[in-house]
Nanobody
């Protein structure tokens, strides 16, 4: 049974940082593309960042470029999203997701498995 567990969310002031973790079980992250999405209240899923399958490359949304950084430890089956210089517009529930395909990683429909999400709240 596949399980993706996010953690690390919280409440910070603008300009602060958070590091989100995603621990996977029931699958090997080396065999999946691993992505992060977010969903603000009343809005659609928004792509944030992703590792290509086998960690061959990283992809970032424009809103994340320069502020957010992906990292991973295959031995721990874990990926992280380091978020710096957070803005109130970053407030959302953040989800980790795994995809068997290695294209259109910016689309939530490309992903097979999802975590339950972790809340990030950024105050002005």
């Amino acid at each position: 049974q596949v399980h993706l567990q996010e953690s690390g969310g919280g409440s910070v002031q603008a300009g602060g940082s958070l590091r989100l973790s995603c621990v996977a079980s029931g699958l090997a992250i080396t065999e999946y593309a691993m992505g992060w999405f977010r969903q603000a209240a009343g809005k659609e899923y928004e792509f944030v960042a992703a590792f290509s399958r086998s960690g061959g490359g990283t992809h970032y949304a424009d809103s994340a470029t320069g502020r957010f950084t992906l990292s991973r430890d295959n031995t721990k089956n874990t990926v992280w999203l380091q978020m710096n210089n957070l803005e109130p517009e970053d407030t959302a529930t953040y989800y980790c997701a795994a995809s068997l395909i290695n294209w259109t990683l910016e689309s939530d429909r490309s992903y097979n498995y999802w975590g339950q999400g972790t809340q990030v709240t950024v105050s002005p």
